[in-house]
């Protein structure tokens, strides 16, 4: 059974930075692609980054271009977003998910963790 698990969320001001894991396990980490997604309470998931296997390449949601940098670790099956200079409009449940196309579309991940609450105060 596929698992997803974020950790490193919580409470920063803005300007801070925070990063944010997500641990995997039963499917085959180099395969996949891996996702951050992130979701405010009323308003639909927004793509946030992305990032392939074996030959890594990287895409970012234009709102986090030049702050966020994702990251990946294949032997220890783990996916990494760095956040800096955050701002109040960052703050969401953040969510990281597993699939084979490079796109920021969260209809096309197949497996998916409970997400990590991120906080940004002003």
């Known amino acids: 059974e596929a698992q997803l698990v974020e950790s490193g969320g919580g409470l920063v001001q803005a300007g801070g930075s925070l990063r944010l894991s997500c641990a995997t396990s039963?499917?085959?980490?180099?395969?996949?692609?891996i996702g951050w997604f992130r979701q405010v309470p009323g308003k639909e998931r927004e793509g946030v980054s992305w990032?392939?296997?074996?030959?890594?390449?990287?895409d970012y949601a234009d709102s986090v271009k030049g702050r966020f940098t994702i990251s990946r670790d294949d032997a220890k099956s783990t996916a990494y977003l760095q956040m800096n200079s955050l701002k109040p409009e960052d703050t969401a449940v953040y969510y990281c998910?597993?699939?084979?196309?490079?796109?920021?579309?969260?209809?096309?991940?197949?497996?998916w963790g409970r997400g990590t609450q991120v906080t940004v105060a002003s």
């Open positions: 039963g499917f085959i980490f180099d395969d996949y692609v």
């Open positions: 990032i392939s296997g074996s030959d890594p390449d990287t």
């Open positions: 998910a597993a699939g084979f196309f490079k796109l920021l579309r969260d209809d096309l991940y197949d497996y």
